[in-house]
């Protein structure tokens, strides 16, 4: 599943996947990878990333049952 919270979160503080992926410390890809769904980051990753975008877990990843 995409998850477009993050894309949205990256480009509200007006962040590249490259600037994102260089304060977390991961490729670029890897950014890309995550927003398009295709790659589950450990919770490590997904920690570091919602502290660049002053985020919580549950706004970036946590995925609500319909």
């Not at 894309?7 to 590249?16: C, E, H, W």
């Not at 919770?43 to 502290?51: D, E, G, N, P, S």
Request: positive net charge; aromatic residues 4%; charged residues 30%.
């Amino acid at each position: 599943m995409k998850n477009l919270r993050l894309k949205a979160a990256r480009a509200a503080m007006d962040l590249s996947q490259e600037k994102l992926a260089q304060m977390v410390g991961v490729s670029r890809q890897t950014i890309n990878l995550i927003e398009k769904g295709d790659y589950n980051p450990s919770i490590r990753l997904c920690v570091a990333i919602c502290k660049a975008l002053s985020k919580t877990l549950d706004e970036l990843f946590w995925e609500a049952d319909e």
